[in-house]
């Protein structure tokens, strides 16, 4: 055994030497009533299991992780009380062929929705229902709604024509008559071309007894924009579930796949929102987390087993390492009830940090039973040497994580709570069950060969031999990362810590990338509609502001003008009304008509050059044979059915566009009281209150643009929130927290360390190696464009808890060795298998698909890899020249 060392200026042994006393009884007991603990630990830990499986739930609501009482939280809840229906909305998207397939899906979706109110709170497609339908029109510009009157006028030859005769036997002769002349004027205002390829997929569908619809806009104007619509939909939620809104949610996705609205069908049917996206990140998290949770406890057992040799020993630590996991999930659903977004991966913290009690502890007992001590005494002078370490360690790590728990980040400050209270059960496991473990069944009577010592494997000689250089190389580093310290940015946008594989997250960023969809908007609640529009035109003016939107701007400017406009449309193009027009042929003339259209377009193959007309026509002519043989050769039923087909394919939507032409050509006056019931409740509360939103000019994807746009609309309305305000304020918490947390676990610390040890310089040693490597980080991440994020925000403060804990080992060793025995001890040893367990564990976390996780994970295994680095070479350098300087 190695005696202390006596310094004239460290004369006795250290303050506080009653701990180690103390702690030494307490491990002894343990081992004295080894059976009895382990029964009990036993016991205890399966009535833990029990408790936390059936009371631990998991809250999902995104934003509960801030405190309610924040300002821009209390402002935020009075615009979604007086607009209920815009809180957690999912916006599904239609992606179709055509904007009548994209319309028709959509009005199908909201109808199947809405007739589950038990499931659906609210239902709603922008733009749609009956009153768009017949004033659309007015929503248009006066130079847009003329242009698209003079391409109706274009089209008056073919739309007179088929509303004489909306059959198969009119479509196709207008087809014949095109293709007889194949010129602009017997084609005039048809995209033939189009049109062709249209009816192709149509016949070819009809043949197989499918329906494919005829794009009725194509054919008058040969346009397909517009071909996506959205229809918003809000589930009811209960929060007390597990995953609220699942049945909901599953409903949904049952709905689009019986309307036929997936990948590869006629109507594309995604869907994203703020629900569907915390929806889907909580299965990521929890999936990944669990993962990661069992990669780390295998990845740190294997470990265990390179570092301590001893299957007894690795067993007994990870036996303490499960049930301290177990007992701490029991006490997060009794304290706190639930989990949240950010907590939920407090398991892999627990492991890769409660694993280190266990190491030290054993890496000690071991040097001492290597060296011939008894398993008691063993046991006794690894409690009374390492003991005191490991709890200071435990105050330390859990101030790291305390230190959040008075901040407005409550997602953050509920994992500080779950996960400081897991450091003082590891430490109580560690000196309670580990060493009962150890002894249990006569396991100390066995003797333990010592292990080599080589420490020059684990920290270099040459730290000892040239400090001055060490030193130098460390300030140098320090400086710079102190340069690039204020450099050091926070990402705010939570779209940038989700899974980008996530199917709700890449179709929000693809509406954002398209424009189709602006997230980041202001909005303000002003006190009645007359409030709204003056304070709407103030914004406007704002050069950060594109528009700004009240539920009066949904009154059509222009009107007289416009409808005479369309009045004249309407009467220009004279549609024969539904009473003068041609009775619909029978099945023997639609196969008449079927014939003749063969004989057209083999005419026109005949005589056509070539061009992309002809290759469609002959596509055509080949589908349309086709057709003709399955007609023949099928049974009566058959055969009816196909024709069914065709007509619905064909004359139905021509039958559908008419009539919506005629409606869309006649629309009413608008005015605020007839605007649809929908709309009016979105934008106007039952109080008289009203809702204003503001769009930004620039992507609000860079924060300056953000702060700028934000600080513009405050500069008008003060309480403005919305998506823009909320995600900035979101971001100052997040950073005032980190800030707060810093500033208060280094206070604690300090204080922790002075009054226990009672030295300045030792104080100063611990401190100085972690204040290195936090500033090497600082300084990497900025370097390497690594932001902190809403995830990652806790890896500061817990990396001084974490990394004081290694110089704490390492300074309380040298208080009783000296500089030069130090690095011959286990102390080195188990401050590097700690890292190395730590690392680990982090590790699986850097691995996620998630990106929030990831990067906690990564930031932390840099930061662990930098401390122990600061305190396995830094460290013994500095205490080398103190002592030298004191020699």
Not at 213 to 226: Q, T
Not at 379 to 401: D, H, K, P, Y
Not at 418 to 433: Q, R, W
Not at 757 to 783: C, E, F, K, M, N
Request: charged share 20%.
């Amino acid at each position: 055994m190695t005696s202390p060392v006596t310094d004239p200026a460290d004369p006795g042994p250290p303050p506080g030497a009653w701990r180690g006393r103390l702690l030494s009884a307490w491990v002894d007991g343990a081992r004295r009533r080894a059976g009895w603990i382990a029964l009990a630990s036993a016991l205890f830990t399966v009535a833990c299991t029990l408790y936390m499986v059936r009371e631990l739930g998991v809250e999902t609501d995104t934003e509960a992780i801030f405190d309610e009482d924040l300002p821009f939280r209390v402002v935020e809840s009075r615009l979604d009380a007086a607009f209920p229906m815009l809180e957690d909305a999912v916006f599904i998207v239609l992606d179709a062929s055509s904007a009548e397939r994209a319309e028709d899906a959509a009005e199908r979706l909201a109808e199947r929705l809405a007739s589950q109110p038990d499931l659906y709170a609210d239902v709603f497609v922008p733009g749609g229902g009956p009153f768009f339908a017949r004033n659309g029109l007015l929503y248009r510009d006066l130079d847009d709604l003329e242009d698209l009157v003079d391409r109706l006028a274009a089209a008056q030859p073919f739309l007179a024509e088929v509303s004489r005769d909306p059959s198969l036997r009119g479509l196709f002769r207008i087809f014949e008559r095109a293709l007889e002349r194949a010129d602009a004027e017997a084609a005039r205002g048809l995209d033939l071309e189009a049109a062709l390829a249209d009816v192709e997929r149509s016949v070819r569908e009809a043949a197989a007894l499918r329906v494919h619809p005829l794009a009725f806009d194509e054919l008058i104007v040969g346009s397909d924009d517009g071909a996506r619509r959205y229809v918003l939909v809000q589930p009811r939620i209960d929060y007390t579930e597990l995953v609220p809104a699942t049945e909901a949610m599953d409903r949904l996705r049952e709905t689009l796949t019986e309307l036929g609205f997936g990948a590869g069908a006629e109507v594309r049917a995604r869907f994203t929102g703020n629900l569907a996206l915390s929806q889907e990140e909580l299965e990521i998290t929890r999936r990944q987390a669990s993962l990661a949770g069992l990669a780390s406890f295998v990845m740190v057992t294997g470990i265990l087993f390179v570092a301590l040799r001893s299957v007894r020993m690795v067993l007994a630590t990870a036996a303490a390492l499960a049930a301290g996991l177990l007992w701490t999930g029991a006490f997060a659903a009794f304290a706190i009830g639930h989990l949240n977004m950010i907590s939920v991966g407090f398991a892999v913290l627990f492991i890769g940090l409660g694993v280190d009690f266990g190491i030290h502890f054993c890496m000690r007992y071991r040097e001492l039973r290597g060296h011939g001590e008894p398993h008691a005494e063993a046991l006794r002078e690894t409690a009374s040497g390492v003991g005191g370490s490991l709890a200071l360690c435990a105050v330390t790590t859990a101030t790291g994580f305390f230190a959040f728990s008075p901040t407005g980040y409550r997602g953050v400050a509920e994992l500080g709570v779950i996960a400081g209270t897991g450091m003082f059960v590891s430490l109580f496991a560690a000196l309670t069950l580990l060493p009962a473990l150890l002894s249990v069944g006569g396991g100390g009577a066995a003797p333990v060969a010592p292990l080599a010592a080589s420490p020059g494997a684990i920290t270099p000689r040459f730290t000892t031999r040239r400090p001055g250089l060490v030193l130098a190389v460390a300030v140098a580093v320090g400086a710079t990362g102190a340069v690039l310290a204020p450099r050091l940015g926070f990402d705010g946008n939570p779209l940038r810590v989700r899974d980008p594989g996530a199917d709700t997250v890449q179709v929000f960023a693809e509406l954002v990338e398209e424009g189709d969809v602006n997230p980041w908007t202001a909005e303000v609640l002003a006190p009645s509609l007359e409030a709204a529009a003056e304070l709407s035109g103030r914004l406007a003016a704002l050069p950060e502001v594109d528009r700004s939107v009240t539920l009066l701007d949904y009154v059509p400017a222009d009107q007289v003008e416009k409808r005479a406009l369309l009045a004249d449309a309407r009467m220009l193009l004279h549609l024969t009304p539904p009473a003068r027009r041609r009775a619909p042929p029978g099945p023997e003339e639609e196969r008449a008509a079927l014939a003749d259209l063969q004989v057209a377009l083999a005419d026109f193959l005949e005589g056509a050059p070539p061009s992309s007309l002809r290759e469609g026509a002959a596509r055509v002519a080949h589908e349309v044979e086709d057709f003709v043989v399955r007609l023949q050769a099928a049974r009566n039923g058959d055969a009816e059915g196909r024709l069914a087909a065709l007509n619905e394919a064909l004359v139905s939507p021509i039958a559908r566009g008419l009539v919506d032409l005629e409606r869309a050509l006649a629309p009413e006056a608008v005015t605020l009281e007839t605007l649809p019931e929908p709309l009016r409740r979105r934008l106007l509360a039952p109080d008289g209150s009203a809702r204003v939103q503001a769009f930004p000019v620039e992507d609000l994807n860079d924060n300056r643009a953000l702060e700028d746009f934000v600080a513009a609309v405050r500069s008008v309305a003060p309480d403005a929130t919305g998506d823009g305000p909320y995600l900035l304020e979101t971001g100052r918490t997040i950073v005032g927290a980190l800030q707060l947390a810093f500033a208060a676990a280094a206070g604690v610390i300090l204080v922790v360390l002075l009054g226990l040890w009672r030295s300045v310089r030792d104080t100063a040693l611990v401190l100085a190696p972690i204040g290195l490597a936090t500033l090497t980080l600082v300084g990497v991440s900025v370097a390497a464009g690594m932001p902190l994020n809403f995830a990652n925000v806790i890896v500061l403060p817990l990396l001084l808890g974490i990394g004081v804990d290694s110089g704490i080992h390492m300074v309380h060793r040298h208080r009783s060795e000296g500089a030069e025995d130090l690095l011959a001890t286990s102390t080195p040893r188990a401050v590097w298998w700690s890292a190395l367990t730590t690392v680990a564990s982090f590790g699986s976390l850097g691995l996620a698909t998630h990106r929030g996780m990831a990067s906690l994970g990564q930031l932390l295994v840099l930061g662990v890899v930098l401390t122990v680095m600061a305190n396995l070479v830094v460290l013994p350098a500095l205490l080398e020249v103190v002592g030298r300087r004191r020699r």
